[in-house]
């Protein structure tokens, strides 16, 4: 399974052009969130997948740090979703900025 990845410099030009989740606490992204993303729960996103996700879509996705975000890719991917990951997640978000 092959994961497509966008770091944050490609991710910038792309902002308000594509589906953006922030898979982050409802804490988290309320403190703080790359413009334009929604909030979907890591939680939420895996357990009911079909009532945030479309199968023709292509989502990309981040978290902290990029590794829940890995994983949430990797338990969707195999029921038919699509994403991009984003690199480095929202710490990598923070440098850049």
Not at 18 to 32: A, C, F, K, T, V
Not at 59 to 74: D, E, H, N, P, V
Not at 82 to 95: R, S, T
Request: a positive charge; proline letters at 4%.
């Amino acid at each position: 399974m092959m994961i497509s990845s966008i770091t944050i410099r490609e991710l910038k030009k792309k902002i308000g052009q594509i589906p953006l989740i922030d898979i982050r606490s409802i804490e988290s992204y309320n403190n703080n969130h790359i413009p334009t993303a929604i909030n979907i729960p890591f939680e939420q996103l895996i357990i009911y997948p079909d009532k945030f996700l479309n199968k023709n879509t292509i989502y990309y996705i981040y978290c902290t740090r990029g590794m829940k975000s890995l994983k949430a890719i990797q338990i969707l991917m195999k029921q038919g979703y699509q994403f991009v990951h984003v690199n480095g997640g929202y710490e990598e978000w923070v440098l850049e900025n």
